[in-house]
Structure formats: structure tokens, C-alpha cells
């Protein structure tokens, strides 16, 4: 009788801990791979904008988080057209490696429906890029000499994601009066977004 009660006990032990390994593999981090450099800027493409803007920041912002729970680069340059003394139009880029929780719920949320909370803006879904990638368009110039020009370029990769933005605003004071159109934009945010990402793999 106690071989046997001690035969269950080791059995519902081996079954409990049988149970949480596959619970802890279940939820593991899928970050296929990527890193958060401490220094986003050195890493990332943005060269499909060079031959727009022609002058190079010399000095983009970059910053960088490590934690437990999550990882995270960002870069903020400025771009600038040859003969321009100051910023024609801006990037920023950002990475985050969310390693406690699957950002897929929030990520869609978020935006699939962002022209539902932000009016004005076209969004679209990109195949091709990550499990999943959304376009974020907007563009108030009208073939006039003010407004301003936006994208973002949204993209889930497992638990990985990542953001590229583009903005220009135009005004009275900008030399700059013929910005590139949104869907040059959006192509070239898709092909250094593809490029950035394959840098951040190990």
C-alpha cells in the first residue's frame, strides 16, 4: 500500500513538473533572433532616402533600454537636402523585444485600426514584412506650399516590433516646396525597413 501511494506521489510530481515545462517553453520570448542595439542609428538602413537628401545628419539621437521584461533602441535623425541649413524633413525608428508578453493583441489594436483614433490617415496592411506590417499614410499639402507629409511603417515580427516614420512639414519659411510623394515614401520605408531588420538578427 505505501509503494503504491509513494508510486502516485512521484508520478503526479513527474506529470506537475511535466505540465510546467511545457507551460514555461509555451510562453517563451519569440524573438527570432533580433537584438536592440545599444546604438539603433549605426545599425539601421535608411539609405533608400540618400539620394532625396543628400546631406547626412551628422549627429542623430539614438537611445537604448534594457530590462527584464523588454528591450529597446531608437533613432531620430534629421534629413536635409543639399544646400538646406536646416532639417527638410525627419526619421525615427524604433525596436522593441517585448520578452515577458506577445505584443500580437495590442500591435493589431493598435494599427489595423489606427484611422479609427486618428483622423486623417490612411492605413494599410503590408505582406511580406513580418508576420504582420501595417502603413500609416497622411498628406495635407494639396499640391500647396504648406501642410505636411507622414508614414509609419509598422511591423510585428514574433514577439519583435518595430516602427519606421517618416514627417516633413511644409511652410512659407521652407525652402524645401516639393517634398517626395507619399508612395515614394512608403517604398523606400519597405525596403530599408526589410534591410534594417535583417541587420538586427544575430
Excluded at 511545457?22 to 533572433?33: P, V
Excluded at 489595423?112 to 501595417?134: C, F, L, M, P, Q
Excluded at 511591423?155 to 516633413?168: E, N
Aim: hydrophobic share 35%; net charge negative.
Amino acid at each position: 500500500m505505501l509503494w503504491a501511494v509513494v508510486g502516485a506521489v512521484v508520478a503526479s510530481a513527474a506529470w506537475a513538473a511535466g505540465v510546467f515545462l511545457i507551460g514555461a517553453t509555451a510562453n517563451a520570448a519569440d524573438l527570432r533572433g533580433y537584438t536592440a542595439p545599444s546604438d539603433l542609428c549605426s545599425r539601421a538602413d535608411y539609405g533608400s532616402f540618400k539620394d532625396e537628401y543628400t546631406a547626412s545628419d551628422t549627429t542623430p539621437t539614438h537611445s537604448s533600454l534594457k530590462d527584464r521584461a523588454l528591450d529597446e533602441s531608437y533613432c531620430s535623425a534629421s534629413l536635409k537636402k543639399s544646400g538646406s541649413s536646416y532639417a527638410d524633413a525627419y526619421l525615427s525608428l524604433q525596436v522593441d523585444l517585448h520578452k515577458k508578453t506577445d505584443p500580437a493583441p495590442e500591435f493589431t489594436a493598435t494599427w489595423k485600426n489606427y484611422e479609427r483614433s486618428h483622423t486623417g490617415y490612411d492605413v494599410g496592411a503590408v505582406e511580406g514584412i513580418g508576420d504582420e506590417a501595417y502603413l500609416v499614410t497622411q498628406d495635407t499639402t494639396s499640391g500647396t506650399s504648406a501642410g505636411s507629409r507622414y508614414a509609419t511603417l509598422a511591423v510585428r515580427d514574433g514577439w519583435v516590433t518595430y516602427t519606421m516614420s517618416y514627417s516633413a512639414y511644409l511652410s512659407s519659411y521652407d525652402p524645401d516646396k516639393d517634398p517626395p510623394k507619399i508612395d515614394e515614401i512608403s517604398d523606400w520605408l519597405k525596403t530599408d525597413t526589410r534591410e534594417t531588420l535583417d541587420r538586427l538578427k544575430d
